[in-house]
């Protein structure tokens, strides 16, 4: 520890999952559009509707669970959780409580300080809840309620708490996004709400009492409304050191676990959290089963179907790409599989045609930036995978500088030309050592008592001939050959 308490975070995420309708209705999902448009008596939570449940929110959960690790339950049922909101008109939520179909699993992540195991407690589904709009004017309009949003299914994802730090937190969840994107469960747009966040921090310090030294845990609290991956750590930070400075004004207090969890709001214009109410818990809700919904049976063939069909995941690439043939640095292998797996599809095409390293530099100096200012994904970068390979190539053969190679490359993306052609409308044409020795002897010719110096011991005096020559390659010629056939023929000179 390099301060005197230990961070102890354990996230709760919610991500909206990619369904076409509800989670217990057949309402579109789709987001912004107009108030309560889509909508209909099960999700308006008249009396006497039966909802049923949406297959494909189930298999998408499904998929999700299984690639964090979890233990599916063969037998999985729902629950009514009770609360009232206006923006839940039925007056309870269906929910997973003891049975929610997945728990125990975990989700790997590499930090700057190593590789670290997050645990999941457990992974369930239940529908969300609609949204209020509050006149926020201060001239007193009214409230409003959207209900479009009410019913769609949610997956709901509890670590426990092993995160450590505000960059655990942070790493844990664009890990977790992009796992989830990449096999197609969300889209985790946090703008859209597609994926939320609520994290609960407390700390550990280590203090100096009468019995010697002990471990005083701060109660715990609840962040809520975290809607960028950027706000979840800084969050954490601030309410670390709030809760630290706390428990050094009153250590007393602190010792016999008085206080209770409490609930916040982080306010991110003024980089603090607020504390709103203090935590309900489990029996505040009453619990109890939903009598409307059969509970699901998930079958071991199901499951192996769903495993077999989620495909490479963003762990184990990275672990591909570290190894041979690739040999990637830790960094670069988390550069490209955070880019999703089709960049990594072309990066290895590349790499198959040239070389790793040189294609994993060409992807994240040039590549990313391209595809950026063109706002296109991978799949519609005009330059293919097998060009930039050629690129690569010719460059190594004619001993392309760097420089000179990114103008094919821009040559190559403006006109959509092969590198070959791009290379030749360039007039970027290779020396060969006809051509060299042409240019070596003409040199020789024009520094003379500069070639006499260096035959009488001056070493340095050869660098003038040199460099006149490679002035005149204007950049085409490979040094180390122009160098060799120098020497040659400076030996040959009488002193
Ligand atoms: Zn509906």
Redesign the pocket.
């Known amino acids: 520890m390099n301060t005197p308490y230990q961070i102890i975070v354990g996230l709760e995420v919610h991500v909206q999952l990619m369904t076409k309708t509800?989670l217990f209705?057949?309402?579109k999902t789709v987001f912004g559009a107009p108030p309560n448009s889509q909508?209909?008596p099960?999700?308006l939570g008249m009396p006497g509707v039966l909802p049923v449940m949406n297959e494909q929110a189930f298999q998408l959960g499904l998929r999700a669970a299984l690639a964090l690790n979890c233990q599916i339950a063969n037998f999985t049922k729902w629950d009514r959780k009770n609360y009232y909101y206006p923006d839940l008109p039925k007056n309870y939520q269906i929910s997973q409580y003891d049975l929610p179909f997945s728990y125990e699993g975990y989700l790997d992540i590499d930090t700057s300080s190593g590789s670290r195991r997050i645990g999941i407690i457990r992974a369930h589904l239940e529908e969300d809840a609609g949204k209020s709009m509050h006149d926020e004017s201060g001239r007193g309009g009214d409230s409003k309620v959207d209900l479009n949003r009410t019913?769609t299914p949610l997956l709901e994802i509890v670590s426990k708490p092993d995160i450590r730090s505000a960059e655990d937190a942070e790493t844990y969840l664009r890990e977790l996004r992009l796992l989830l994107r990449e096999i197609g469960v969300s889209d985790c747009e946090m703008q859209e709400g597609s994926l939320r966040c609520d994290a609960n921090v407390n700390i550990h310090i280590l203090y100096s009492s009468d019995n010697g030294e002990e471990i005083a845990a701060t109660p715990l609290v609840e962040i809520k409304n975290l809607n960028s991956i950027g706000s979840v750590g800084r969050a954490i930070q601030y309410e670390a050191e709030r809760q630290y400075e706390a428990f050094q004004k009153d250590p007393k207090n602190y010792r016999f676990g008085k206080l209770l969890k409490t609930t916040a709001g982080w306010n991110e214009a003024r980089g603090m959290t607020q504390v709103q109410r203090h935590k309900e818990e489990a029996a505040d809700y009453r619990y109890f089963p939903d009598p409307d919904l059969v509970p699901v049976v998930v079958t071991a063939e199901q499951i192996e179907e769903v495993k077999r069909s989620l495909g490479e995941l963003p762990s184990q690439q990275r672990t591909r790409l570290q190894a041979a043939p690739f040999s990637l640095s830790a960094y670069d292998a988390q550069v490209l599989t955070g880019q999703g797996r089709k960049m990594v599809a072309y990066f290895e095409e590349v790499a198959k045609i040239s070389d790793p390293k040189s294609a994993c530099n060409w992807l994240t100096n040039e590549v990313f930036a391209s595809l950026k200012e063109r706002s296109e994904e991978i799949d519609q970068f005009p330059i293919r995978a097998p060009q930039l390979g050629e690129l690569i190539n010719e460059m190594k053969q004619l001993g392309i500088k760097r420089e000179k190679a990114r103008d094919v490359y821009q040559k190559m993306l403006a006109e959509n030309v092969d590198a070959k052609t791009a290379i030749d409308q360039l007039g970027y044409k290779p020396f060969d050592d006809n051509l060299l020795l042409d240019l070596i002897r003409k040199a020789i010719e024009g520094n003379r008592k500069a070639v006499l110096d260096y035959k009488k011991g001056n070493e340095k005096a050869l660098d003038r001939v040199f460099g006149t020559v490679m002035r005149e390659t204007k950049g085409m010629g490979r040094p180390d050959r122009i160098k060799q056939l120098l020497l040659e023929e400076v030996a040959k000179i009488e002193a």
């Open positions: 509800k209705c057949s309402c909508v209909c099960i999700c019913g």
